[in-house]
């Protein structure tokens, strides 16, 4: 029996990783999460043998609570699930190194050059990937208009739009990046399983709350195979990601890359792409079945809806 532990266990991505571990793999995995809230403000408390209530992944006594936890519950396998946790417990960390913890993350290398948005544009570039630009202050227009985001941020929390009069006005800070405002016709998200094989899914974001998908169409993944194959070859990615494009003016834009499963997963695998199901058992070191990826081709629309969970 594998023991997991899930980190910022109140978030939507931690539910449908919690339901999947229930579902199919009940009887060779228990499931423990922490998250900043308290147990009854967490909805994967109710699926999860056990929840915990850890400080903020920037918190220096972080690690020394997800210690704590991880040796009194005799943890196997971590999954972070955030920007700041996948640092802290990437692959080569010393943290990682010195419990013998098997996790989700990969290297630090890799997690910093596709997480900060300034270094990301810097590694596609080099990669000869299409992407938005992005501005030095400097460079930036009076009358034209920029998008403004976190270079550690996720989902769309703290991000506008202003004019490059305003930017110089104001300035801008060091934590957050000016990124080219695309004209933008449509927003993919691409699902990839790394396993023992390789697989892809993309899926059209007709609509969006705070950044996060609730209504997606499937489409073809043809246009996306080969970044998706050049990222795999020449960096260390890990088992399932996600990379988020955009269509502007005739191109395909890599904006986003998601080192880890995302919010949205869940709408692929209610589509028949079971990404969730093949990256547990890859992770357990269980056989991956082709069958697994299988679409249902007479899917026009995945939709979320919310539900409801009471807890005592």
């Known amino acids: 029996m594998k023991r997991i532990l899930i980190t910022a266990g109140g978030t939507a991505i931690s539910w449908h990783i919690c339901q999947i571990c229930n579902l199919y793999f009940r009887d060779k995995i228990e499931v423990f999460i922490c998250d900043i809230n308290k147990p009854f403000l967490v909805p994967a408390s109710t699926i999860a043998k056990d929840t915990f209530e850890v ?20 943890i196997d396998i971590i999954i972070p699930l955030i920007p700041n946790e996948l640092v802290k417990l990437s692959s080569d960390s010393d ?68 004019s490059g009069k305003q930017i110089k006005a104001n300035g801008i800070s060091d934590d957050f990046v000016v990124q080219e405002l695309c004209d933008c016709d449509e927003e993919v998200t691409v699902e990839v399983f790394n396993g023992d094989k390789l697989k892809v899914f993309a899926r059209k974001r007709v609509a969006t709350k705070s950044g996060v998908c609730v209504k997606m169409i499937p489409i073809d993944n043809s246009p996306f195979i080969p970044v998706v194959e050049k990222l795999v070859a020449s960096m260390d990615m890990p088992i399932a990601f996600n990379l988020q494009f955009l269509y502007d003016n005739g191109i395909w834009k890599l904006f986003d890359c998601n080192l880890r499963l995302g919010a949205g997963t869940a709408l692929t695998t209610a589509a028949g792409f079971q990404l969730t ?24 629309s995945v939709l979320r809806v919310y539900n409801e969970v009471a807890i005592k």
């Open 55 to 74: 400080p903020f992944a920037s918190d220096n006594s972080y690690l020394e609570n997800i210690d704590s936890i991880v040796k009194k519950n005799n």
């Open 95 to 162: 943290f990682i190194s010195s419990t013998g913890l098997k996790t989700a993350a990969v290297s630090k290398k890799t997690i910093i050059n596709l997480s900060d948005k300034k270094l990301m544009c810097r590694t596609l570039i080099d990669q000869k990937i299409s992407t938005p630009r992005i501005f030095s202050i400097e460079e930036t227009e009076d009358d034209k208009e920029y998008f403004i985001k976190p270079r550690l941020g996720f989902g769309s929390l703290n991000t506008s739009v202003l």
């Open 277 to 300: 199901r093949a990256f547990i058992a890859e992770l357990i070191n269980e056989p991956v079945l082709d069958e697994w990826f299988d679409i249902d081709k007479s899917i026009k």
